[in-house]
């Protein structure tokens, strides 16, 4: 199986800054595209930023120029830095990655989630 464990959640003031990390473990071949989304009260849950194996990004417009997405592959981590927070950010925000596990079958691709961490931006 495999785990996806996200961090670095809280509570932050409107302009400031947060930094998502967010690790898999367990029975991995290679990671894939792994991606960050968010779910805000009331709301369905949003894409808000991709990263592939090889370093290609993509952004929700709401989040462009302020959010960066990055990885570490040696880690199998993925990170989302949050600049210049606005409440409409307020949300859970998910880790999601596209996983290749060995298994008796060969390779097979899996989707896995993290359980979440809570982001709030307020005064």
């Known amino acids: 199986q495999v785990q996806l464990v996200e961090s670095g959640g809280g509570l932050v003031q409107p302009g400031g800054s947060l930094r998502l990390s967010c690790a898999a473990s367990?029975?991995?071949?290679?990671?894939?595209?792994m991606r960050w989304y968010r779910q805000a009260p009331g709301k369905e849950r949003e894409l808000v930023a991709t990263i592939v194996s090889g370093g290609s990004t993509t952004y929700a417009d709401s989040v462009k120029g302020r959010f960066t997405i990055s990885r570490d592959n040696a880690k199998n981590a993925v990170y989302l830095q949050m600049n210049s927070l606005k409440p409409e950010d307020t949300a859970v925000y998910y880790c999601?990655?596209?996983?290749?596990?060995?298994?008796?079958?060969?390779?097979?691709?899996?989707?896995?989630w993290g359980q979440g961490t809570q982001v709030t931006v307020s005064s």
């Open positions: 999601n990655a596209d996983v290749t596990r060995a298994t008796l079958a060969g390779n097979r691709d899996f989707r896995y």
């Open positions: 367990g029975s991995i071949f290679a990671i894939n595209i």
